[in-house]
């Protein structure tokens, strides 16, 4: 009990004497020992290299997670140590999505069957990401988190430890300095003929004695002072040299972390050109569906829009989203009278026919009685 009080004691000691020398050297009052040159830019670099780590960690995982609830979730989990839940990727959601919507619309049909080969694609895609993430999660982010999590961390305590040593030493310095001082002032004090008889001499003797014993009282000898600081030299020397090693221990994970970064980039080609050729392979399944696939897609559209204005419509293949094209070319193989600016327009029983060739569209509309037909090149 006793032994853990007096550490105690000691302890508060060196942490009241250590925070009045930081309050002094902030105010101005004392004077600091400068570290190494060397040592300061070891030490400069190291917190440079740890925050930008850091940085790097955070934005790596903003990008294979976007969701930041989802990245919360897995802090949490990683906290924990347990397993996170498995979450289904945006594109196997898309995928799941299409699939469903091909089989409800009928798988049957063109549209249908484009739909569900897109939905495949799709989940293909969202496994490809999911093999990426996890790559990239062993293969990057995880030597960097053991950076951050080990070796930042030593640096961070031994660089503590050594702002600690210093304070020690520059506080030995100056309780050295006043033992010295108050030292002068005693034997200053000795030295000095007695006071007269004088009041006034009286008074000031005795400030003086007051005064040099104050000091003394708060200060210790200069023997003592001087032991101090030698001890607090050596430490201070000892722990500049571990902090230095370590530190130069340090500077060669860059390679490490270079060659991590290689494995991410390859990680990332291969993702990408995975889902490029997953593209590539479904536009050729596109490709080969025969020209009437848009009938399936678009039903009834034309009718409706050539109510109003029979060349201004959009008319798209089915494997691509509709969107405003040119004004058509229009040939008419035998005259036809216009159609009036107002009103409702009655439409004759038509036949509709499309031609398509290579990236033309032809819509073709035909009157059964008269034979009349009329070409819309798209």
């Known amino acids: 009990m006793d032994f853990s009080v007096k550490r105690l004691a000691s302890d508060a000691g060196t942490f009241l004497s250590r925070a009045v020398q930081f309050a002094e050297e902030k105010l101005g009052q004392a004077e600091k020992t400068e570290l190494d040159v060397r040592l300061d830019n070891l030490l400069t670099k190291a917190d440079t290299r740890r925050r930008w780590t850091e940085r790097l960690i955070k934005q790596t995982e903003v990008v294979l997670q976007p969701n930041p609830g989802l990245r919360m979730e897995g802090l949490l989990y990683e906290m924990l140590e347990r397993e996170a839940p498995r979450h289904t990727s945006n594109h196997e959601q898309l995928g799941e999505c299409m699939i469903d919507a091909g089989h409800e619309l009928g798988p049957g049909t063109a549209y249908g069957k484009v739909l569900i080969k897109c939905g495949e694609m799709e989940k293909q895609i969202g496994g490809t990401q999911r093999k990426l993430i996890q790559g990239v999660t062993v293969g990057f982010l995880t030597p960097l988190r053991n950076f951050i999590e080990w070796d930042s961390k030593t640096v961070l305590k031994e660089g503590r430890l050594l702002e600690n040593r210093r304070l020690d030493l520059d506080a030995a310095k100056t309780r050295l300095k006043r033992a010295q001082i108050a030292d002068a002032h005693h034997a200053r004090l000795n030295s ?177 009685e008269p034979q009349r037909p009329l070409l819309l090149t798209l």
């Open 192 to 368: 000095a003929p007695p006071p007269r008889e004088e009041a006034r001499a009286q008074f000031s003797y005795m400030f003086s004695f007051l005064h040099v014993k104050w000091m003394k009282m708060w200060t210790a000898e200069v023997v003592q002072a001087e032991a101090q600081l030698r001890k607090t030299q050596d430490d201070f020397d000892r722990q500049a040299e571990i902090t230095r090693l370590l530190l130069e221990g340090i500077s060669s994970t860059q390679e490490n972390h270079l060659s991590c970064l290689k494995d991410f980039v390859e990680a990332q080609t291969a993702y990408y050109a995975q889902c490029h050729q997953y593209m590539v392979d479904i536009k050729k399944q596109l490709g080969s569906l025969p020209a009437t696939f848009t009938q399936d897609c678009m039903p009834g559209m034309f009718s409706s829009a050539l109510v109003s204005n029979p060349v201004l419509f959009p008319v798209t293949s089915g494997c691509h989203r509709a969107h405003r094209l040119p004004t058509p070319h229009i040939s008419h193989h035998h005259p036809r009278p216009p159609l009036p600016r107002r009103g409702p327009v009655q439409l004759p029983d038509l036949e509709v026919e499309f031609r398509r060739r290579q990236d033309e569209v032809a819509l073709v509309l035909t009157d059964r």
